[in-house]
């Protein structure tokens, strides 16, 4: 067993850590802010799936990354309006809204892909994005070459949770976001348009998952295939119960996630070869629920979470 | 300026128009995507439909794909009237689907075993919802992200047998031994597959439309769904309630996979289900919930996935449209939806 | 009072929800410095008139205007910009959100951040101004409801308001509060400020109010020039159309106990705690529970209708056990209930009227057997009810949603009296009803009181507990703090046991 842990605890499996949990940091921020404006996404997987085929594809067919990722990024915020169309304009069930977005964002990925590439018997693959080091930093021992010697987009999820908090706790429109999410009508009679309020939020989460999209087709993966999320979303959004609502709590619901992940993913490796190793792959999402169980009970959602706003209703 | 207003009663016609225009607002959306790869439209559908519904033949093949997803239909159908979001149908039927081959696969008379494969299956489902209610129930853990994720563990789970014990030892394919031969389902029709579980679903979903509008239990699960606080007031066990729908809702979804293994498959392997739990959604919802309408909404989408591989071997349109299908109807239905709820109304400027 | 140039005009103002008229031709104007009741009774058209000039509902005719000139108030930002503040019945905060958050809302920011010093700077001097004060840091989930509402009026000034709605702002407060918000109404008033009260009590429109602008029916009924020397009379008149006569409550004849409370005590789980409550009530006998909201009424209503079990303390129903039953046991004893909030405790909205009906008897034989409905009883008993308290309806199967809140009132009176309850429990029996409905409300529970059953009536309204109960007893902070023979109570007495400054009585 020694040699387990030895093999665990080493650059390599902190830099992986990193690396895991990037993708679960934007796909939960992006999550988070929907929420907080009181609108559950459960479209995150349908999206995460379609911005990883539209930014992979756009990077296939151009040969810039950055361009695909701009492109997975507007993938993202145009299906956060199509879900804000249905539950915050309409007003219909964000259950069963969520789980449309996911169908049809799937499906659609599934065909355009298909009819783009046709069948190949060895899926297309892009050069993806590279590490690249921060000078100075990269040079700390252990913490260096795990957290900065990362791809550009690892270092935007790490800024984008400060970013996140400042956004969310400091700004006017933070505040907003927040109050449309506990009670759209102290926001709407302050003059705070709670429609307008709760696009914005479900959209800029939508941005951010389409970077998470982007994150696994382009920088994990290097490849689009059907199974490239593969239940993230749905984790993402366990995660944000998790980290009760909040920025840093979400973000640190991401890494300790991303650190049973890539436990599993460690003693795979590790010639525990008597256990199948569909046991570790179930690992993750068994301590997500055996996590929100423990969670939850204490967990106190957004007063308005599911709850759609028409003004005039008596 | 048009403002939504709401309405005091839903014209009974609606039930029907709504689900129709769903439908047709869904296809004509979709032939964007068919013109986008280049085939023609009416073409494509027309192939659709000759190859789903177009002869005996192809109807009993659409029957027989829509008989899970009348299953998966009503456990949706069921706990969404409670109000207990099960999005596990999936895992639910994989469930019920090993369980019926471990049973199958011992040698016993045909009708016991087919009996016994039924039991089995519609328990390991149940069993499997039991655990988001119970979570819900004991925890206050959201029952759609605790039944979304208990469905990659038991995907796993199969893999991890298919893979491991299971695993035929001759070919080294991740596919189950077979279930006995007596434990087949027996054939309706010669030179079909249409098998005895295609009728089971379609006694089945009679049977849970009278459950749910004739017995004390199905006004109760009503009741809770629509208002749980005047359920509990009203001396309604709400806990109770939604643990026998999750079980309910979990025996029906299981009752899919059994009807796979006994009907189609005659074994498990990992794609036995292509996500005929999620399709249950939009069938549920296409139906309205109500139980005698999930038959046409699951042969509805089963003419779709039959008819989508029809028209991707003859026009190139890739299969996956059916997949886009689902999705679209789903969020049509639900915009068709606000129709029985409220009237559209155009409001003059104010002066 | 000298009158100038109006504030704000409201000019033939016509509002319509489906087929009913909420408001109709309202024409009401107030001035700088000028306090405007607006009296009138439940639905009667108040807050439908409060809305549109805030600009939550749009008008279907008439026109405002503000210090003469048309102005189109379309949303609350219009009517912010306006002017125009609103302190709505229900409050606009979130409770998880601090003081301060509360007030910033909606106020544009510092170089892209919260400006929490500027807003800091400018509660302060608003404190100053008006004497009223609040902690900033905490949130609103920690302050009273008296605080809350104080700061629902400050964030109100802090937008620069010079109109103020209070929307029966002293529904929540008990009378000692009711003093200190009238100061500070008559401050504000002094320094210039238009202040509009809306409420339906009579003694409070003529102690603080300069004008008043009485609504029936979504109509103007009439105006008061001075209100202070005008007759509650006179006035009620005006509200009602007629004289009130209070149903006659003849002598009682309270028999054995019905229903008996043993220091029952609840711990702090959710809502107020209850603290060694302990009462009875006769066969025959209107009890009435008088409180300011939110003092532990609904947790006893819950613990007497078996939906929360006590931690301690013994509770029986004719001398048996109850403490431990659930809602299905201690209503097959004979206890009925007519819950708080119609909407949410007592029907199921979407679904038919008569499922709502039988609802808590479904399981019984009446309405099923082995598990099966009965269909056709279910419908022929929603069908007499309905006929037998002339319950406005298109039939049983209509959906519950649909009926007025008389109707919905009446069904579930009916609902309970059909199967002769020994004790019936009643929350805010009358709450947003018209004077016919909580007249036939009352006169049922009378006939009730006559055929021996025992009555437990929870509310706010001090003048229908006194009209109706035999005894009214106090609670306060999750216990009784007295009990007075209805004879012996007054407004004033009741009102001193609600602050909890006289003792047990």
């Known amino acids: 067993m020694n040699a387990v842990f030895e093999q665990i605890f080493q650059v390599g499996f902190l830099a992986a850590i990193i690396r895991i949990a990037t993708p679960l940091a934007f796909a939960t921020l992006g999550e988070m802010f929907s929420e907080r404006a009181g609108v559950l996404n459960l479209g995150i997987e349908g999206i995460m799936l379609l911005c990883a085929m539209t930014g992979f594809t756009a990077t296939s067919l151009s040969g810039s990354l950055w361009l695909g990722v701009l492109v997975a990024v507007l993938t993202g915020m145009l299906m956060g309006a199509l879900h804000a169309l249905f539950t915050v304009a309409l007003g219909l069930s964000q259950h069963v809204c969520g789980i449309g977005v996911t169908l049809f964002s799937s499906g659609l990925a599934y065909f355009l892909y298909r009819l783009i590439f046709g069948q190949q018997s060895v899926p297309p693959s892009i050069k993806g994005f590279q590490t690249l080091p921060i000078p100075v930093l990269s040079d700390i021992p252990v913490l260096g070459p795990a957290v900065f010697n990362q791809f550009a987009l690892v270092y935007m999820a790490i800024l984008a949770i400060p970013l996140a908090a400042f956004v969310l706790y400091r700004t006017p429109w933070g505040l907003s976001v927040r109050m449309v999410g506990e009670n759209p009508r102290a926001a709407d009679s302050a003059g705070v348009s709670v429609i307008a309020t709760r696009f914005q939020a479900v959209i800029l989460g939508g941005a951010l998952m389409g970077l998470a999209g982007a994150f696994l087709s382009m920088a994990q993966f290097n490849a689009f295939t059907f199974g490239v999320v593969s239940g993230r979303g749905w984790v993402a959004i366990a995660l944000v119960v998790f980290g009760r609502w909040d920025p840093w709590r979400s973000a640190g619901a991401a890494l300790l996630f991303a650190f049973v992940d890539a436990l599993q993913l460690r003693m795979q490796a590790s010639g525990l070869g008597h256990i199948p190793y569909e046991a570790f792959l179930m690992l993750p999402f068994i301590f997500t629920i055996v996590a929100m169980a423990v969670m939850s009970r204490n967990a106190v959602a957004p007063s308005a979470l599911l709850k759609p706003f028409r003004r005039e209703e008596r | ?351 | 009072m000298p009158t100038p140039a109006p504030l704000i005009e409201m000019r033939g103002i016509t509002k319509s929800f489906g087929a009913v008229k909420a408001n109709e031709a309202v024409d009401l104007s107030v001035a700088p410095g000028e306090i405007l009741g607006l009296l009138g009774e439940n639905g009667a058209g108040k807050t439908t008139l409060m809305n549109v000039l805030f600009g939550a509902y749009a008008p279907d005719a008439g026109e405002i205007l503000i210090q003469g000139q048309p102005a189109r108030i379309s949303s609350s930002a219009d009517a912010l910009a306006a002017g125009i503040g609103m302190v709505h019945q229900h409050f606009h905060l979130a409770a998880r959100l601090t003081v301060l958050e509360n007030l910033l809302i909606g106020i544009p920011g510092k170089s892209g951040r919260i400006d929490r010093a500027g807003g800091l700077a400018r509660l302060a001097e608003i404190s100053r101004q008006h004497g009223l004060t609040l902690d900033p840091s905490l949130p609103v989930s920690a302050l009273s409801v008296g605080e809350q509402q104080r700061l629902e009026i400050v964030k109100a000034l802090f937008r620069g308001a010079r109109l103020l709605i209070l929307d029966e702002p002293t529904a929540v407060l008990a009378p000692s509060e009711v003093d200190g918000l009238f100061s500070a109404l008559r401050s504000m008033a002094a320094q210039g400020l238009g202040i509009i009260f809306i409420s339906h009590k009579l003694n409070e429109v003529r102690a603080l109010t300069h004008r008043c602008t009485v609504l029936r029916h979504g109509r103007v009924a009439g105006r008061v020039d001075d209100p202070a020397n005008t007759t509650s009379a006179a006035m009620a008149e005006l509200m009602c159309g007629h004289e009130i006569v209070p149903p006659a409550r003849g002598p009682s004849t309270p028999g054995e106990a019905v229903l008996a409370l043993d220091g029952i005590s609840t711990s702090k789980h959710s809502g107020t705690t209850l603290r060694h409550i302990s009462l009875v009530v006769r066969a025959g006998e209107i009890l009435g529970i008088a409180g300011v909201s939110g003092n532990g009424q609904r947790a006893l209503a819950e613990v007497i209708s078996g939906v929360r079990a006590p931690d301690a303390g013994r509770m029986t129903i004719a001398g048996q056990n109850v403490s431990r039953f659930s809602p299905r046991e201690v209503q097959a004893l004979g206890l009925g209930r007519i819950p708080e909030d119609r909407m949410t405790t007592g029907l199921v909205t979407n679904l038919p009227l008569a499922d709502s009906m039988v609802l808590p008897r479904i399981g019984t034989a009446a309405f099923s057997a082995r598990g099966l409905l009965k269909p056709d009883a279910i419908r022929a008993f929603a069908e007499e009810q309905i006929k037998a308290y002339d319950i406005r309806c298109p039939g049983p199967m209509t959906r519950a949603g649909a009926l007025s809140g008389g109707n919905l009132q009446k069904a579930l009176l009916a609902r309970e009296l059909a199967f002769d309850p020994k004790v019936l429990i009643v929350s805010q029996p009358t709450r947003g009803l018209d004077i016919g409905a909580a007249r036939f409300i009352h006169e049922k529970f009378l006939d009730m009181r006559a055929k021996g059953c025992g009555i437990i009536v929870i509310g706010e309204d001090l003048e229908e507990l006194l009209v109706l109960c035999d005894r009214i007893a106090v609670m306060y902070e999750g216990h009784i703090a007295g009990t007075l023979d209805s004879a012996d109570a007054t407004v004033a007495r009741l009102g001193l046991l609600m602050t909890g400054v006289e003792g047990r009585g």
Request: proline letters at 5%.
């Open chain 2, 1 to 351: 300026m048009f403002r939504l207003e709401a309405r005091t009663s839903t014209p009974a016609w609606f039930n029907l128009a709504l689900p129709l225009l769903a439908i047709a607002a869904t296809l004509v959306l979709c032939s964007g995507l068919i013109a986008l790869a280049g085939a023609g439209v009416f073409e494509s559908y027309g192939v659709m439909f000759a190859a789903s519904l177009g002869d005996s033949y192809a109807i009993t093949e659409t029957l027989v794909r829509a008989a899970p997803m009348i299953f998966t239909g009503l456990a949706v159908a069921v706990a969404f009237r409670a109000k207990f979001w099960n999005i596990g149908a999936e895992g639910q039927l994989l469930a019920g689907a090993v369980a019926s081959c471990f049973v199958g696969a011992i040698p016993m008379p045909g009708p016991l075993a087919m009996l016994l494969m039924a039991l089995a299956g519609a328990a390991a489902g149940a069993a499997v919802a039991l655990v988001p209610a119970t979570l819900r129930v004991k925890f206050k853990v959201d029952d759609v992200v605790s039944s979304l994720l208990l469905n990659s563990v038991i995907y796993y789970a199969l893999m991890a047998l298919i893979e491991g014990p299971w695993k035929d030892s001759f070919s080294g394919y991740p596919i189950s031994p077979p279930i006995e031969d007596s434990a087949n389902f027996p054939v309706l029709i010669e030179g079909t597959r249409l098998h005895l579980g295609v009728i089971a679903a379609l006694v089945a979903a009679p049977l849970i439309w009278f459950l749910i509008v004739r017995t004390t239990l199905g006004f109760r699960i009503r009741v809770t769904g629509e208002n749980p606080e005047a359920a509990r007031y009203g001396g309604i066990h709400v806990q109770r309630v939604l643990l026998s729908t999750a079980l309910l809702s979990g025996a029906l979804a299981g009752l899919a996979g059994v009807g796979e293994v006994g009907g189609v498959h005659f074994q498990v392997m990992s794609d036995i289900s292509p996500g005929y739990g999620y399709s249950g959604i939009v069938v549920a919802m296409l139906a309205r919930l109500n139980p005698l309408g999930v038959v046409p909404a699951a042969i509805f989408l089963a003419a779709v996935m039959t008819g989508a591989e029809a028209m991707s071997r003859a026009t190139g349109v890739p299969a996956f449209l059916s997949d886009v299908i689902q999705g679209t109807a789903l969020l049509a239905m639900l915009v068709a939806l606000l129709f029985t709820a409220y009237r559209i109304r155009r409001v003059g400027a104010v002066q």
